[in-house]
């Protein structure tokens, strides 16, 4: 069965920027869409971006257009959330999603704090 | 924007209880409509796609229903470990959106 692991959350200034990595084994990563989507503790989900199988459709959340940019290396079965000019509204759980959402990674944290 | 409205935002029941969570759309979506459930600390886990197709795996007691603007999903049967979270997403158009959620607690 298919596995999806987040990395790369963490404590960041407002202003900064981090990269988010899902790693995926056991699936054909390269035949499916990917999604982020990012869950303030507590609150509801939210969908951030998604990226199509070869890259080439990218679409976003229009909070954070001009700010994040999803891309994805089939080579390495990769996704990648690069996440610029963070505001303390960015702060959530970002999970990775793919196979029409039938698997999730566990989720990783940003906090944007000063 | 397409907004979904979930009701209720929070229900409590007994073991063994029909339970019918609502969900309506801003606007037409036909049937692209997703059902997750969600425990705490958890992600998310897909339930029903395509308004009302059972996930493989989840227990048959799900059912989902509905097209255009209005949906539903039904639990026939409420066991303990389906006290959770339960989120419709509509896939029909972007920005993809979620509804608030609705906690299905123990009465």
């Known amino acids: 069965e298919g596995q999806l692991v987040e990395s790369g959350g963490g404590l960041v200034q407002p202003g900064g920027s981090l990269r988010l990595s899902c790693i995926a084994s056991?699936?054909?990563?390269?035949?499916?869409?990917m999604t982020w989507v990012r869950q303030v503790p507590g609150r509801g989900l939210e969908w951030v971006a998604n990226?199509?199988?070869?890259?080439?459709?990218?679409h976003y959340v229009d909070s954070v257009k001009g700010r994040f940019t999803i891309s994805r290396d089939n080579a390495k079965n990769s996704l990648f959330l690069q996440m610029d000019s963070l505001r303390v509204e960015d702060t959530a759980v970002y999970y990775c999603?793919?196979?029409?959402?039938?698997?999730w990674g566990q989720g990783t944290m940003v906090t944007v704090s000063s | 924007d397409i907004q979904l409205t979930q009701s209720p935002s929070f229900l409590s029941a007994s073991v063994g209880d029909r339970v019918t969570i609502t969900c309506r759309a801003s606007?037409?979506?036909?049937?692209?409509l997703v059902w997750f459930q969600q425990n705490p600390g958890k992600a998310p886990k897909l339930l029903i796609y395509?308004?009302?197709t059972l996930q493989s795996g989840v227990p048959s007691r799900f059912s989902g229903n509905g097209s255009g603007t209005d949906f539903t999903l039904t639990i026939s049967s409420l066991q303990p470990e389906d006290f959770a979270t339960y989120y419709c997403?509509?896939?029909?158009?972007?920005?993809?959106?979620f509804g608030g959620g609705t906690k299905v607690e123990i009465k």
């Open positions: 990226i199509k199988q070869d890259g080439s459709e990218k």
């Open positions: 056991g699936l054909s990563f390269s035949s499916y869409w």
């Open positions: 999603a793919g196979g029409a959402f039938n698997m």
């Open positions: 606007q037409g979506i036909s049937t692209y």
């Open positions: 997403h509509q896939v029909d158009s972007y920005p993809l959106t």
């Open positions: 395509a308004a009302s």
